[in-house]
Nanobody, 130 residues
């Protein structure tokens, strides 16, 4: 059974940092692109960042560029999201997902649940106070 588990969320003040981690089991981690998504209160889920299997393709939404960094350690079956200079607008539940690709004009579309080889975690809460 595939499991995807996020950790590292919490409450910080604006300007602070958090590092989210996501570990997987039941799949060959190195074969998957990994993505971070978030759902802000009252809003739809959105892609934040994704990285393909070897780190050769990385994407960020404009709002987090220069503040967030995605990385992965295939030996540890773990993907990270380093979040610096956090803002109240970053408050959200953050989700990790595994999919086949992180490429193309809409790299986050590969993580849709409509595709059979996509897996999602339960999320971790990030709260940024002003």
């Amino acid at each position: 059974q595939v499991q995807v588990a996020e950790s590292g969320g919490g409450s910080v003040e604006a300007g602070g940092s958090l590092r989210l981690s996501c570990t997987t089991s039941g799949l060959v981690f190195a074969n998957y692109a990994m993505g971070w998504f978030r759902q802000r209160p009252g809003q739809a889920r959105e892609g934040v960042s994704c990285i393909d299997w070897d780190g050769g393709s990385i994407h960020y939404i404009g709002e987090v560029k220069g503040r967030f960094t995605i990385s992965r350690d295939n030996a540890k079956n773990t993907v990270y999201l380093q979040m610096n200079d956090l803002r109240p607008a970053d408050t959200a539940t953050y989700y990790c997902s595994a999919a086949d690709y992180c490429q193309g004009p809409d790299p986050y579309s590969s993580f849709s649940e409509e595709f059979p080889n996509v897996h999602w975690g339960q999320g971790t809460q990030v709260t940024v106070s002003s």
